[in-house]
């Protein structure tokens, strides 16, 4: 009997405890006398059972133990801990939700459903399974904010294991943690799971800075500690003698943000521990800011560095004072004053907040929590009418995670918008008439372009005009989701109306010269039918459909005209097939028997990620996902579609480069003769010398496909005095 086994019988013998679920245990009764732990246990019996029947499909017990653990933090409820301790019996198909309902109640069965990845769903990409799984988990988070803390604590536990998957593996849940969970956690003011979740991530994704941080880090604390004793016991000497009462600890630094001010603000890493961070927390607000006068009496504050998130909370919840001051000896000293309840809400967020027994919140704890959930019915409800999931991504990136202003009315209402948003951003918040009708802005009574980037304490009045219409470049300049959606809105519907009254005009022509006119067809009992056949639900789309270029004047009319009278009729098509083979090498989904061109911004070449996008009257633009067009908003999601390549036969295709040098005789021949020896085709070169002692060489080649381009590349790259070489993409 191997040790695995013999522990597993051990537990599930009456006498067998396992020290960490007594653990777990005691953890959430030192939070709840009333805690009632046989349930608890059960689960845990009930889990210990399902492995060692199933031991040939077995899981690791450290994982729903780890994962009941981290909540253990942030919660005391039976039902969520009962729930990490089996989802992951339900995510390898060892029970059903069905199953945990009839044991362990509905409650328990809904959170495990809710934290169940839809990993059995067969998705056409990576980006569009992470945005279907992130959708899933803003909706049940809606329901039951539980669901998001247990998503939470289940990836933190990935985090805390994940050297047992591929590197490839690694850095792809590192990226996903950073860029999506890491700052959902900070949405929620839960600090205790952000901050763990950063420094694993900077472990795995950038490696040497983490382990440089990890040596120098502790060094210069230990350097610094006697500074920082100096400054706890005046302030401690100071507070006593006022009758403030309240602790003064150091305050630790996270790798993360280190690595983070050094890399994005330009800070050097003794600056920034230059800067002594401390803590003080008290009893009462009124008290936060007798001790804040009671430092800025002692020292001098530095100016543009005091913060009031007391008065202003942060939309996370998060509550404190901040102040920096010139300390002992003329260092710089920062300080964060809270009372203990800030501090909780501070460390656990919304899980301090939230109590899932029946009974146990009033009318205005209920009230409360609404409100600091606002954010979350205003994603939901904006995220409806984003159906692509590379923007939808990018939305909620931008609308949940990224840092807030808070702005002013003229009446002194604050509005709450994400950093870098413009005072178009702020009249959208305030109405979408107002947004629609936007034609100037003042800030602080001094009128500015509509493009300037709010601040914090900023006052902003709106100037609106009746004839004003939103702009297709607004779109380049906004940052939040509503004004985005709105300012789209307003486009696809004028563009419909266009496109309808170019579409009624065309067929209306064409059916002129076969003797008939479009309020015939419309009225005929063949007109549903063509409909029906062409994939809509409505004439108006089909019209619309003739005026965006997706189908011909000459098709639609081709089903109202007697055989004998077709001039070479044109294929059937069908929109909601896929279509046929194309001669460009193209394959287009949802649309068949339509003109391709390729982008000229981008160049696509077999191999690229690439996009479709419907243009008027040109057939479909062929794009990489990553071109500058796509990624930066220029062009209309709506008319975006899925397309794949299809090449029978590859046709070579034009490509910029841009090679950088150091500027050496015989550099350019030397390149030109490694592309030649790689069979790739110079039709256009171009190259000038620098100031600086480099030169930039700009050549057009010829690609067959992506594995070509990537092996020039190469090629190119491995030439001595070669200091960079990479594609390009033109505006």
């Given at each position: 009997m191997n040790a695995k086994k013999k522990t597993i019988e051990e537990n599930l013998s009456p006498a067998g405890r396992d020290p960490r679920l007594e653990q777990l245990l005691g953890k959430m009764s030192r939070k709840n006398a009333q805690l009632r732990k046989t349930n608890i246990r059960e689960a845990y019996q009930f889990l210990l059972k399902t492995i060692t029947a199933e031991k040939d499909r077995g899981i690791d017990l450290d994982v729903p133990l780890g994962t009941a653990e981290i909540l253990a933090d942030l919660t005391t409820d039976e039902e969520a801990i009962i729930a990490a301790l089996l989802y992951t019996l339900v995510k390898n198909e060892q029970t059903t939700p069905a199953e945990l309902k009839e044991r362990f109640g509905p409650g328990v069965a809904t959170l495990v459903q809710g934290v169940t990845r839809t990993s059995r769903v067969k998705f056409k990409s990576r980006l569009e399974e992470q945005a279907e799984n992130f959708r899933k988990m803003l909706l049940a988070m809606a329901q039951d904010l539980r669901?998001?803390?247990?998503?939470?604590?289940?990836?933190?536990?990935?985090?805390?294991?994940?050297?047992?998957?591929?590197?490839?593996?690694?850095?792809?849940?590192?990226?996903?943690?950073?860029?999506?969970?890491?700052?959902?956690?900070?949405?929620?003011?839960?600090?205790?799971?952000?901050?763990?979740?950063?420094?694993?991530?900077?472990?795995?994704?950038?490696?040497?800075?983490?382990?440089?941080?990890?040596?120098?880090?502790?060094?210069?604390?230990?350097?610094?500690?006697?500074?920082?004793?100096?400054?706890?016991?005046?302030?401690?000497?100071?507070?006593?003698?006022?009758?403030?009462?309240?602790?003064?600890?150091?305050?630790?630094?996270?790798?993360?943000?280190?690595?983070?001010?050094?890399?994005?603000?330009?800070?050097?890493?003794?600056?920034?521990?230059?800067?002594?961070?401390?803590?003080?927390?008290?009893?009462?607000?009124?008290?936060?800011?007798?001790?804040?006068?009671?430092?800025?009496?002692?020292?001098?504050?530095?100016?543009?560095?005091?913060?009031?998130?007391?008065?202003v909370p942060k939309t996370n919840m998060y509550q404190s004072l901040h102040t920096t001051v010139i300390g002992p000896e003329g260092q710089k000293v920062e300080f964060q004053i809270r009372t203990?309840?800030?501090?909780?809400?501070?460390?656990?967020?919304?899980?301090?907040?939230?109590?899932?027994?029946?009974?146990?919140?009033?009318?205005?704890?209920?009230?409360?929590?609404?409100?600091?959930?606002?954010?979350?019915?205003?994603?939901?409800?904006?995220?409806?009418?984003?159906?692509?999931?590379?923007?939808?991504?990018?939305?909620?990136?931008?609308?949940?995670?990224?840092?807030?202003?808070?702005?002013?009315?003229?009446?002194?209402?604050?509005?709450?918008?994400?950093?870098?948003?413009?005072?178009?951003?702020?009249?959208?918040?305030?109405?979408?008439?107002?947004?629609?009708?936007?034609?100037?802005?003042?800030?602080?009574?001094?009128?500015?372009?509509?493009?300037?980037?709010?601040?914090?304490?900023?006052?902003?009045?709106?100037?609106?005009?009746?004839?004003?219409?939103?702009?297709?470049?607004?779109?380049?300049?906004?940052?939040?989701?509503?004004?985005?959606?709105?300012?789209?809105?307003?486009?696809?519907?004028?563009?419909?109306?266009?496109?309808?009254?170019?579409?009624?005009?065309?067929?209306?022509?064409?059916?002129?010269?076969?003797?008939?006119?479009?309020?015939?067809?419309?009225?005929?009992?063949e007109m549903p039918k063509v409909v029906e056949e062409f994939g809509f639900s409505q004439p108006e789309k089909m019209i619309a459909a003739v005026g965006y270029g997706k189908i011909s004047a000459q098709q639609v009319l081709a089903r109202f005209l007697p055989k004998e009278e077709e001039s070479k009729p044109e294929p059937a098509v069908k929109t909601r097939k896929p279509g046929k083979r194309s001669k460009d090498g193209i394959k287009i989904r949802g649309i068949g028997d339509i003109l391709v061109h390729f982008s000229r911004c981008c160049n696509p070449v077999p191999g690229d990620d690439i996009i479709g996008f419907i243009t008027q009257g040109r057939g479909v633009s062929i794009h990489t996902t990553d071109c500058a067009n796509v990624t930066g908003g220029t062009l209309n999601p709506e008319r975006i579609i899925d397309v794949n390549w299809d090449v029978q036969e590859e046709i070579s295709r034009s490509v910029r480069i841009l090679v950088t040098t150091n500027n050496q005789p015989g550099i350019l021949t030397n390149i030109s003769a490694r592309i030649s020896a790689e069979n790739i085709n110079i039709s256009e070169v171009n190259a000038r010398t620098r100031k600086d002692g480099r030169a930039t060489c700009h050549f057009v080649l010829e690609i067959r496909n992506k594995r070509d381009l990537d092996r020039v590349l190469h090629a190119i790259s491995e030439i001595r005095d070669v200091l960079e070489v990479k594609r390009v993409m033109r505006a």
């Open positions: 669901v998001v803390m247990l998503n939470l604590a289940q990836r933190l536990q990935i985090m805390r294991n994940i050297e047992k998957f591929d590197e490839g593996t690694q850095q792809e849940i590192a990226t996903e943690t950073i860029e999506i969970y890491a700052p959902l956690a900070h949405r929620l003011g839960i600090a205790l799971i952000k901050w763990e979740l950063e420094d694993l991530c900077l472990k795995i994704l950038h490696p040497a800075a983490y382990h440089e941080l990890e040596e120098r880090v502790p060094q210069n604390r230990k350097e610094r500690s006697a500074y920082i004793r100096k400054v706890i016991h005046l302030l401690r000497k100071e507070m006593k003698a006022q009758g403030l009462p309240g602790t003064v600890v150091g305050r630790p630094k996270h790798f993360y943000s280190i690595y983070q001010k050094i890399v994005k603000r330009g800070v050097s890493f003794e600056d920034i521990f230059d800067l002594t961070a401390l803590r003080i927390i008290t009893h009462k607000p009124s008290q936060c800011y007798a001790i804040l006068g009671l430092i800025h009496s002692l020292w001098k504050p530095v100016p543009g560095r005091f913060k009031d998130y007391i008065g203990e309840e800030m501090h909780r809400v501070a460390e656990e967020g919304i899980a301090a907040h939230w109590k899932y027994k029946e009974g146990t919140r009033s009318k205005a704890a209920v009230s409360s929590l609404d409100r600091k959930l606002a954010w979350l019915r205003q994603l939901l409800e904006w995220q409806k009418e984003v159906k692509n999931p590379r923007e939808f991504m990018e939305n909620v990136k931008t609308d949940l995670f990224e840092d807030t202003v808070y702005i002013f009315t003229p009446n002194g209402e604050i509005k709450e918008l994400p950093r870098g948003s413009t005072p178009i951003d702020f009249a959208y918040s305030i109405h979408s008439d107002v947004g629609n009708r936007c034609t100037g802005a003042k800030i602080d009574t001094r009128m500015v372009p509509l493009k300037t980037p709010l601040k914090t304490g900023d006052t902003v009045e709106i100037l609106t005009s009746k004839n004003q219409v939103p702009s297709k470049d607004w779109l380049k300049i906004v940052k939040t989701t509503k004004a985005k959606n709105r300012i789209r809105h307003f486009l696809k519907r004028e563009e419909h109306k266009r496109s309808l009254s170019l579409g009624n005009e065309i067929l209306d022509k064409t059916a002129r010269k076969h003797g008939l006119t479009l309020a015939r067809m419309l009225k005929s009992d």
